[in-house]
């Protein structure tokens, strides 16, 4: 059956999923076993999953081995207050959410973004519960043009659907072409991306008054959401809060 809004696949589209499914079997996102479904993860790649429940610092989500109250703080949220209000992040980022990440990023393996975006669902319940509008981080045009997608956008676009939420892919521009944050320090990070991001004053309306969500794939040491959060508060946004699908522990 299909679903509200999607034309009938008809007989012939019927017959190319049942050929296509017999000829490239979806295949574990961790190891490649074959599973039932594109995107998911044989019981064995499960079982490695890393997930970020609490307790955690209530600002940063970073997890705490112990439960220390409701609103316990991290030392890096109290030493270094971020400009956002929280960030929150479905699974640690290594093993099967590491290839995950690659898979979308390079490998144009965008059929991974709806179940990714399932898990930071999960993650980001009472973040997306306060947001007015989600806010991918986007790319420079060029990299955008290299790449022909952004994997921030195609998990903005799942987690608005899965959650009925105002999606608004171009809200916010990357307006300096940057360096690939990999394998920068903390600080040549935040250099960087320092001016990178800008609302357009076309868009500004859709961001003034407005509690932001802002997605991104990885949450590494925060720069590029930190710089694209200041732009989004110099345009008015009433808050801001980050979501992404996969973060770097300090101490990995």
Request: charged share 20%; with cysteine; net charge positive.
């Given at each position: 059956?299909?679903?509200?809004?999607?034309?009938?696949?008809?007989?012939?589209?019927?017959?190319?999923?049942?050929?296509?499914?017999?000829?490239?079997?979806?295949?574990?996102?961790?190891?490649?076993?074959?599973?039932?479904?594109?995107?998911?993860?044989?019981?064995?790649?499960?079982?490695?999953?890393?997930?970020?429940?609490?307790?955690?610092?209530?600002?940063?989500?970073?997890?705490?081995?112990?439960?220390?109250?409701?609103?316990?703080?991290?030392?890096?949220?109290?030493?270094?207050?971020?400009?956002?209000?929280?960030?929150?992040?479905?699974?640690?980022?290594?093993?099967?959410?590491?290839?995950?990440?690659?898979?979308?990023?390079?490998?144009?393996?965008?059929?991974?973004?709806?179940?990714?975006?399932?898990?930071?669902?999960?993650?980001?319940?009472?973040?997306?519960?306060?947001?007015?509008?989600?806010?991918?981080?986007?790319?420079?045009?060029?990299?955008?043009?290299?790449?022909?997608?952004?994997?921030?956008?195609?998990?903005?676009?799942?987690?608005?659907?899965?959650?009925?939420k105002p999606f608004e892919p171009e809200a916010l521009l990357?307006?300096?072409?940057?360096?690939?944050?990999?394998?920068?320090?903390?600080?040549?990070?935040?250099?960087?991306?320092?001016?990178?991001?800008?609302?357009?004053?076309?868009?500004?309306?859709?961001?003034?008054?407005?509690?932001?969500?802002?997605?991104?794939?990885?949450?590494?040491?925060?720069?590029?959401?930190?710089?694209?959060?200041?732009?989004?508060?110099?345009?008015?946004?009433?808050?801001?809060?980050?979501?992404?699908?996969?973060?770097?522990?300090?101490?990995?």
């Amino acid at each position: 059956m299909n679903g509200p809004g999607k034309a009938p696949r008809g007989i012939a589209g019927f017959l190319a999923e049942q050929v296509a499914g017999l000829l490239f079997p979806p295949q574990c996102s961790g190891c490649g076993r074959e599973v039932s479904d594109p995107g998911t993860v044989c019981g064995t790649c499960w079982s490695r999953l890393r997930f970020i429940d609490r307790p955690y610092c209530a600002v940063m989500g970073t997890p705490f081995a112990h439960d220390l109250g409701e609103n316990f703080l991290s030392a890096e949220a109290i030493a270094d207050p971020p400009p956002f209000q929280r960030v929150r992040a479905a699974v640690v980022h290594d093993g099967v959410p590491r290839r995950m990440v690659v898979g979308l990023k390079y490998h144009d393996q965008t059929n991974l973004a709806p179940w990714m975006a399932r898990w930071m669902v999960r993650a980001g319940g009472e973040l997306i519960a306060d947001c007015d509008v989600i806010v991918p981080v986007p790319l420079h045009a060029f990299r955008f043009w290299a790449r022909r997608f952004n994997q921030a956008a195609e998990l903005a676009r799942a987690v608005a659907r899965q959650t009925d939420k105002p999606f608004e892919p171009e809200a916010l521009l990357r307006v300096k072409r940057t360096r690939q944050q990999v394998g920068l320090a903390t600080t040549e990070r935040q250099r960087n991306v320092s001016g990178a991001f800008r609302v357009p004053q076309a868009e500004a309306i859709k961001i003034s008054g407005r509690n932001i969500l802002l997605i991104d794939d990885v949450y590494t040491t925060g720069a590029t959401v930190k710089a694209a959060t200041r732009a989004l508060l110099r345009a008015h946004a009433a808050s801001v809060d980050i979501l992404t699908f996969s973060r770097v522990l300090p101490d990995m």
